[in-house]
Each structure stands twice: as structure tokens, then as C-alpha cells.
């Protein structure tokens, strides 16, 4: 008994030498978009991984991992305090004791373990406008990080061995050492004592002992006290900077006694190393670092147990955000790429179907079965799609290192079952016995069943289009497959509703057509006409260019929203952040740079960074911007940024309070008291009392976007002057000049900025994967149209030649061919990207697009019209392709052999 059925090999062989063109179709659609399909999750893995160790480069003190541990009394037998030789190697032993809490991997994905131990920021007392001064000690390694001493000597000892000191005494004396640069802003020399206090004017004993120089400036370890190298603005509010001096291991036990007990601070770094993190272990990592701040002691433990903290959860959760949005992106492009493919792959199994009918209805009437059939279909698509695919496989391990074999099956699924499907369905509809009734009432049911079977069908499309894009709306892509195709199932939704029409449209062109004298007009529309039933062909070319368009407007939205980005982060073409010992160039600097050739507009401004506002009860802290309202007006209305109308509001004052512009968590209409303290009061208020004070303001309308700041209240320099600490500038030389002053501060190019985040791991991946989508598409579209007309290319051109032999012109021919082809071109180049504008404008919220470009808010849709008129004219001309291709191929058949029965 025969349990397979049997299979005729010549068979097998002859069908495919006879059809090795559409074969070859079927093998470079199935490996090109494999290949696409198995590379892309990799290669996007790939880009993760470098996204989230540029996120960890970018935010060093925030991936850092931090373990404090309270000192332990030092209290002596009499009531005094100790001295503890041996402090700094109990510091060390912090260190190792931190190391070994750690667990492997953790460990392994951080750098070696840098302490420190700093002191309170105290105050300089020696008539200086907002300084301050911090005690370091720094440890790195065994003897790092290394200084050279210019003049004096390494911090000593004040008195030696363990002696108890009295609580009444004295400020205990301690040495540090200063850096060339801070002996420099002090003024300072080996000998000298720095006049210093804390908050309660208490006076502390620091002496210099010596200047130096580090080896390497740039070693990580200095990052962690970078005052005890250079001033450092802001770091105890705004308005101030912040120096430093170093504590050696013999100083550091008289820096413990010279502070009370919880003004020391000892802390053991761990850094995180960008090279050795994947995207995998930093979210493994990020886990591992969560678990232990939450089993860690508290700050308010007085104990002295290990506490950790670390941002790196917090830096590594920005990355993950990017990273779903750029995985989402990238879910909705191939799995447009795929249902573009796979609707090519069933237009090319139909066209191998309609070649092969009239040998598989003979060899079915000579006795072969449906399995038989079925089986030797299916060998032959297995050795066209199988090899295709593990093409595109080998290819993608050979480009990404990998491949993502799941994404792969859906087109390699279609290659292998749709040719076997369509040529089975076919010999059996061929060989069927069922007649068509006699009765009108019968045909009638019969043909009203098939059109509620097509209505079911077309409402099913629908409705499964209207779940995904909710889906989409509601929940974002995430990790569904059903909102990730939510513009795929739109297009071909609405590509269906079209293709039901199109009989109407062609059958109305006709009618139209008939009233005409011109016949070339009516043939084109009659085949047009008799044509327009087919679904796939239309199907294809629409869906393909609809989805092209919606690839290539995402691409171009990403484009404008990154620019747009730019600007809201720079606020100009070129921006100048003032050094905190500069700011009183600031108008020198500004007045040079506004001289320089191809700078149209300069402004200087005073920011100050979290000013306390109350309004209503309610604190909040806002950047405060005091800038020249109406010069500030002028250098918008130069840029593409929003323009201010407000900025004329502003005035030297008002019954109600100084007039001020709002942005953020503040809104225009509301009654605020701006807290100034004292010494913010004399670097920026200019006039106001010592005291603390609540200016009066009002918000009169809304701020523009300022250097990417999120809460800004803008002030009118004449209403509140400042010391201005940014300038920005505009105009084609605005880079240049800000570059030529960049010694004066730290420069901020917008091209530069614009040009780092095009750059970018993730941006630069997904719009190369937009330009990669829409051309693959927008390929597979041309190729579905020519195997469109390929398919009902014998019938075509059969009543062509008949047509002929009536005194139709082969000229004639030609445009009675593109007639009947013009009308899917003319729906394709129409719909097409309309419904690919339509798609972006749906989904441009849910694929979280402001994550990639940098921006507050999702960035409006970008229509490249042009560009979509360029895919229009390649469809065009691919119609022209088509109808010479096949008038060169028909024109050797002579009439004799077209009109013989039987004839193609």
C-alpha cells in the first residue's frame, strides 16, 4: 500500500527549466529580504550595546557606583578626641571591603576602586565674592593619582602618634596642598593659612604646605574632585566657585580632627567601564545595583555600615527608553518590509499558477493526484526558497555576527507554501466536476455568497487594521507583534477598499471613454475595465508605496526633529558658556565676537540654575534667564526656532511686580515671589539688600525654549540686571567667532551638536533602516508591477494582435497596453503616499520618535513631496519599461500563430 503519493520527476525538472525566470524572482526576494530581515534584530543589538556605553561615557559621576560608610567615634578615654595615625589605611580597607561585597559580574563591568574623603565646602573669608574651598583626599591604585610639587612640600603631619586633643581647644591645624592653578586664584604661597568657615562662621586652621602640579591631568581619578585641580563653577549654587586642596595620607588624620564628626566624608568609587558592557549586562547590571541600594544601610543609619548609591539605574532607564522606541521603530519598518515581500511572493505564485494551469489541469485529467501535484510543487519550492533563505542567513552572520531566524520565517514560509497552494487550487478547480447552475435564483445565491465571503474577508482586514493601530495608540509597540504591524494592516485595509472600487472607477472611465472619438481611448479602457478585478497587482504596488512613503517621511520627520533639537539645545548657531573667573569679560567677549565676520546677532544673559519661586504655597526651582528682552527677540526671529512674542512684554517693572516669561512646570497668569539669597543677591540682583528678599513677578506669557532647559522664567535685563555668564550668537561666522573666544569658556557649536546626534548609535541605525525599508519596498513594488503584467501579459497581448488584424498600428498597441496597465500606476502614485503621510501622522506618538531625536515633545510630520514625487515618476517609467519589454517580446509572434486556436 502506498502511503505517498507518487511523483513524476521530468515533470518536476521541466516545469522549472520552463519557468526559471519567475524562479529566479522567487530566490532573489526570498534571500534579499532574509538577508534584511536576519540582520537587522543583530545589528540593532549591536546598536544598543554602543548606546548604552556612550550613555555611560556621557554620564560618568551617574553610572559611578558610590559606597559611603560613617566614621567610627573618635572619642578618647578623657572625653577629647583621637588621632588616628592609621586613618588612611582604614580608608583603604573601606575600599577593599566595598571590592569585596561586590559579586562577580558586578565587579567585572567596573573599574578599579578610587576613595576619597572630603570635607564640607566652607567659605572664604578673605573678601571674595562667592568662593568656597574643600579639603580632598584622593586615592587611586597603590600611589596614584601622581603630583609634582613645584614649591613646599607633600601636606605633613601636625603632630605625630595618637594624642588626644580637647573639645574646647583650638582649631586643630591641618596641611593641604594646592594646584598651580588654585595658588594662583588665591594668591597663596607654601606657609600661608587660608581664612576659611563653615555656615555658622566656626574658623578652621588650613595651612598650605605646598604647590603642585598632577602628572596626569587626565586621569579619571581627578574627575571625582576636579575644585582640587581648578575652580569649578555652580557646584554651591549659582553664582559660585569652588576650589580645592589636597590631603595626603599623613594630613588626612588631622583633617578628621580639624571637622566635627559628620563633616568628613569617606567614600570608595567604582566607575563603570563603557568597553566591557553590552546592553544585556548593563540591564543586568543596573538590576544588580538596584538590589543592593535597596538591601544597603540608609543615610540616616547612624552606624557604620556600608551604604551604596548610584544613578546607573537611572542613566541605564533614559537608554532602555531609547532603545524600545528604536526597536519599536524598527519592528513597524520589517514588518512592513515583510508584508511587502510576502505579497510580492503570492503575485509571483500566481503568475507561475496562470503559466502552469494548462499542464497541471492535463496532467491531473491523465490521472495524477491533488497529493501528487501538492508534493511536486512543494520539492520544487524547497530547493528555490530554502537555499534563498539560508542565503540571506549566512549573510547576515557574515555582516552582524548573527542572525534573527525568526524574522525570517514569514517570507521564507511564503516562498516555500504559495507556489504549491495556488498551482494546487488550480488543478483542482480545473478538473472540479461541479457545474454552474441553471437556474438564475442558484447562480444568483451563488454569486451573491462569494461577495458576502469577500466582504468577510475585506471586514476582517479592517477590523484586525483598526485593533492594531488602537493597540499602536493605547500601548505603544512594545513587544507585540499585533501594534508592530499596525501600518502594514492600515495600508492593506485601505489597499482592499480601493481594489473593490476599482471596477466602479474603470467601469465609469469606460462609459466615459464610449462617448469619445478617439478608439484607442476606449480599447485601453475596456481592457482596463476587464482587468480591474484583480486584487493583487494593485495590492502590491499600492501597499509597497504607501509603506515607502511612510519610511521615507519617518526618516525625513527624524531628520527635521534632530535639527529642531539642535537649536532648542544651543538656542543659536553658537553659544559661549562663560568660565566662572571670565564673567566679568562677558561684555568684552560679547562686543569681540559680534565684530567677527558672518555674525548677525550676539546676546549676553546671566542663567542661574534652580532659584527658588513661589507661587501659590507652592516652591519650585526654575532655571532664571536675565537677558536684553528686546535684543534677545531680535536673535529668535533670525533662527528657525519658535518666536516669543512675549519677550515685548517685558519692562523695567509693574504695579504688579516685575513682568517675566514662564516655561515648563510654570504657566502665564500666575503671581510669583522670586528668593534671592545674599550672595546671589550681589552678583545678580545688583541693588537688593543682603537679606533674603521676595521680588515680585508676574508671568505675562510663555518663554521661549532657552539651551534645552525645561522650567525657565525670563527676565528683562533692565528690570533685573545680572552678571551675564552665556552669550549666544548667530549668523555663518557664529561658530568661528565662539571658537576663537573658546578659551574664555566652554563653546557650543549647534552643527556640532546636530552633527553628534545624527551620529548617534541609535539615530544613525534606524534612518539608515528607514532609507534601507523604503528602497526595498519601493523595489519589491516596481518588481510586483512587472510580474503583474507579466501575468496577464499572453491575454493582453493575444486580443492586441487580434486587434490588429482590424488595422490597429503597433504604435497603438503600445498605448492600449499602457492603458490597461495606467490605472494601479495612477492609484499607486496617488494613494500611495497619502497613506503613507496619513500612517506617520497616526503613529508618530505612539513610536515615540522625541525619544531618537533629543526633543520634549514629539516633532511634527516632514513631507518630502519631492521625494514621493520622485517614487511616482520611477513608477512611471517603469510602466514604460514594461509595455517596450513586451511589445519587443511580442513583436516576432506573427498574427497567424495568435489567431490559431489555442494560441498565446
Known sequence: MRLLPALHWPSIRGRARADAGPLLLVVLVVAAVSLLAAAVPPLLRGTADDAAREAVREHPDESAVRVDARWEDDYGPSGGRVRN????RDVEDLGGQAEATLDAGLRDALQPPVTTVTSISLVLTDGSVQRHFQLDYLRSGADGPAVTWLAGRAPGATREGNPEIPLNGSPWEVQVGLSETAAAALKMRPGDHIPLEDEQRNKYNVK???VFRPVDPRDPAWRLVPSALRPVAGLDGAGTTRLGGLLSASSLPDARLAFLQDQLRRTVWF??????????????????????KAESGTSAERDTSLKWQTQL?????????????????ASVLLIAVLAGAVLVLLLAADLLMRRRSPALIAARQRGASLPGIAGELLIESLVVAVPAAALGIAVAFAVAGDAALPWVVPVASCGILAGPAFGTVAAARGTRDRRTPANRAARLFAQRTAQL???????????????????LRQRGVGDSALPAAAPALAVIAATLLLVRLMPVVTGVALRQSLRSRRPLAVFGAAQAAATASRVLPLLVLTTTTALASFAVTLSATTGSGLADGAWRTVGADARLDVAPDETGSTAALAAKIAAAPGVTHVVAGDISGGVRVVTNDTSL????VIVDAAAFHRLLASTPLPDA???DQLGKGGRDGIPVLVRGSLHPGLSLRLYLEDDQDSGASGGYSTAENAIKLTAVGAAPAIDGMDDVVVIDAAALPGTPDTIWATGPGAARAIDAVAASGHPVVRDAVLAARRSAPLTAGLRALDLAAAGTLLALGMLGFALGAAAGAPARWRTLARLRTLGLRTRDTRRVAAGELLPPVLVAAVSGPLLGVLLVRLTLGPLSLRLITAQSADPPAVVPWWLLG??????????VAVVVAEAAVRRRRGLGDVLRAGGD
Open 85 to 88: 595615625d592609621r586613618l588612611a
Open 208 to 210: 598650605v604646605s605646598g
Open 271 to 292: 566607575s563603570a567601564e563603557p568597553d566591557r558592557l553590552t546592553w544585556e549586562s548593563a540591564q543586568r547590571l543596573a538590576a544588580t545595583v538596584a538590589t543592593l
Open 313 to 329: 539605574d537611572g542613566v541605564l532607564r533614559e537608554v532602555q527608553a531609547q532603545v524600545d522606541a528604536a526597536y519599536g521603530q
Open 453 to 471: 465571503r469577500r466582504a468577510a474577508l475585506d471586514a476582517a482586514v479592517v477590523l484586525a487594521a483598526v485593533g492594531a493601530i488602537v493597540s
Open 621 to 624: 526651582t526654575p532655571n532664571l
Open 645 to 647: 512674542p512675549g519677550l
Open 870 to 879: 520622485v517614487a511616482s515618476i520611477v513608477l512611471l517609467l517603469t510602466l
